[in-house]
């Protein structure tokens, strides 16, 4: 028999699908994170946001579009393992006792929201997006901390304040970006019990269905019994569900994931439920987390980075600095540990966007002026911030480096 191939002129173009984009990423990240990590205070995170940005908007562009929209579903996952991870460091009885860390993350909330505002009103910003500001501005970056803690297996007082202060102030900053939508909706054509209504859909539907996961996923970890394998899928499959359901729900998926990790933290009192290390599963989804995030930098962006960028980032900076440094002699922290901590909450990156990015969609006319300027300080601080961390838990001895 004849074999013959097929003619040309019926092959069809090349066409991105997941395993191509996949694998193309991963190959890319890697590469680039190997290349940074020359340098020990350049952590690999820099290099993946540094790649995601030559194949973005900002470069290439050839992650873009329905591309980077593909790239988005593995971010998600990476996001939401990156926030049960951090949720499970909120310990309400450990919290109890250390009652002064509770005051130091609402103290430099206030302050961040205080002195970040004020600055956008007096860059001239309207007074309502300034507020919004504020509130974007106290979050830290998540997936940042937890992954140059980890990289550098750091342990000790300042890596465990560092975790929960950005666990807190993530959820303290969620809270108050959706108690603060209906003014951002009032100067908007939509009408103000709308925005009411969807803001405490948000929060309602966001506390029912982590208490839901939840609710799944403690019997079944019983059932299973504490076999690490075994719980390892478990716990992939139910957030895999969760993430899907928020999507379908429309909910918040930050939202979700906190306030589920925070339950299966402490609602789980016969501990069914075993603490867990994601390990090489993680650094996949890790590499495609930042890898988008660096695809979303737009070079309109980056020409807003200047004075104004300046006075918002030190105005968040000395805030953070005010709130830990207020109370570190009462929770017996020395003044070097305090600076270390205030510099490793530098980075404010995923969750900003994502709060951007949610904000923006629901009212882009109101939040066309303020978000070019936000967006101009999270490319300051992604490409800063994980610097800054890492020097930070390196300069407290607790990562084994000198």
């Given amino acids: 028999m004849d074999w013959t191939l097929p003619p040309f002129a019926l092959a069809q173009p090349i066409q991105w699908n997941a395993l191509l984009l996949f694998g193309s ?7 680039g994170g190997h290349i940074v990590t020359k340098n020990p205070w350049f952590p690999r995170i820099t290099g993946y946001l540094i790649v995601g940005f030559l194949l ?56 961040c929201f205080t002195f970040v505002s004020g600055a956008l009103i007096w860059l001239g910003t309207s007074r309502v997006l300034a507020l919004l500001g504020g509130v974007l501005a106290i979050a830290t970056a998540p997936a940042v901390v937890m992954v140059v803690v980890r990289d550098l297996k750091a342990e000790g007082q300042v890596t465990r304040r560092l975790a929960a202060m950005t666990a807190l102030n993530n959820f303290v900053a969620l809270l108050a970006a959706y108690a603060l939508l209906p003014v951002v909706a009032h100067e908007s054509a939509t009408p103000f019990g709308t925005l009411v209504a969807h803001t405490l859909y948000s929060l309602c539907g966001s506390l029912v269905l982590a208490y839901l996961t939840y609710r799944l996923m403690i019997p079944l970890a019983r059932l299973l019994g504490r076999q690490p394998s075994r719980q390892f899928v478990l716990v992939i499959a139910v957030i895999t569900l969760a993430i899907g359901a928020a999507h379908a729900l429309q909910l918040p998926i930050l939202l979700t994931m906190l306030i589920f990790a925070i339950m299966s933290k402490n609602l789980d009192h016969q501990y069914d439920l075993m603490e867990l290390e994601f390990g090489v599963a993680n650094e996949l989804f890790i590499v495609m987390l930042f890898i988008t995030i660096g695809a979303s930098i737009r070079l309109s962006d980056l020409s807003m980075v200047g004075a104004s960028v300046a006075v918002l980032i030190a105005a968040r900076f000395i805030a953070m600095a005010c709130g830990v440094f207020s109370f570190a002699h009462f929770a017996k922290m020395k003044w070097k540990q305090a600076a270390l901590i205030t510099l490793g909450t530098l980075p404010m990156t995923e969750a900003g966007l994502g709060l951007m990015q949610t904000t923006a969609y629901l009212y882009p006319n109101t939040t066309a002026d303020v978000l070019p300027l936000l967006a101009g300080c999270l490319i300051v601080l992604e490409l800063l911030g994980p610097i800054a961390t890492q020097f930070a838990l390196i300069k407290s001895g607790e990562s084994g480096r000198e």
């Fill in 25 to 31: 990423l991963l190959l890319f990240g890697l590469v």
């Fill in 56 to 111: 973005g908007v900002g470069g290439f562009n050839w992650l873009s579009g329905d591309v980077l929209k593909l790239a988005n579903i593995f971010s998600d996952m990476a996001m939401a393992l990156v926030i049960y991870q951090l949720g499970r460091y909120v310990d309400i009885g450990w919290l109890r006792r250390e009652k002064w860390l509770l005051a130091t993350v609402m103290l430099s909330a206030v302050l």
